[in-house]
């Protein structure tokens, strides 16, 4: 993903992402987990937003003028808020914010710690996954080849 700097972002728009992200994934005292508007995380969301800043950008807006600028408003993601109902009616848009909060939130190195990750790419050391029941392929197997090798359909 290409870093930008969040200067492509207005005041405006990043107090109504942290808004949003803030009511998407609140923090927890309990566990010690920050909220997704903790101002690294959404300086990290903002820095690393790429070919969707200019759909970011349009949601933001979109939402904060839904929410007549009323930042409060956004800071519930409850059922007939407005995330809420923006989520319902543009599923496609909300998934790019979405993924644009929650890519950012479980890769921050405190996320990772809470949740019991090592904070540290996956590799080389990789990561240990349970073995798995390998008869789950079965269909796949039993479908066959359903693609074409690149030799096939040259000249010799």
């Known amino acids: 993903m290409?870093?930008?700097?969040?200067?492509?972002?207005?005041?405006?728009?990043?107090e109504t992402l942290r808004a949003i992200a803030g009511a998407m994934i609140p923090p927890c005292e309990e566990s010690g987990l920050p909220g997704a508007?903790?101002?690294?995380?959404?300086?990290?969301?903002?820095?690393?937003?790429?070919?969707?800043?200019?759909?970011?950008i349009g949601i933001l807006d979109a939402l904060h003028s839904a929410a007549g600028g009323n930042l409060d408003a956004l800071r519930s993601a409850g059922p007939g808020s407005f995330l809420?109902?923006?989520?319902?009616e543009s599923p496609a848009l909300a998934g790019v914010l979405e993924l644009a909060i929650a890519q950012c939130y479980y890769r921050d190195d405190r996320v990772l710690r809470v949740i019991?990750?090592?904070?540290?790419?996956?590799?080389?050391?990789?990561?240990?996954i349970e073995e798995g029941d390998w008869s789950l392929l079965d269909p796949v197997r039993a479908r066959?080849?359903?693609?074409?090798?690149a030799d096939e359909g040259r000249a010799p």
């Open 84 to 88: 809420a109902t923006f989520r319902s």
């Open 37 to 56: 508007n903790d101002a690294a995380i959404v300086s990290d969301i903002l820095a690393s937003t790429g070919r969707d800043t200019a759909v970011l």
């Open 116 to 128: 019991g990750m090592e904070p540290r790419p996956p590799f080389p050391k990789g990561y240990e």
């Open 144 to 149: 066959g080849k359903i693609y074409r090798d």
């Open 2 to 14: 290409t870093k930008l700097s969040a200067s492509a972002f207005s005041d405006v728009q990043q």
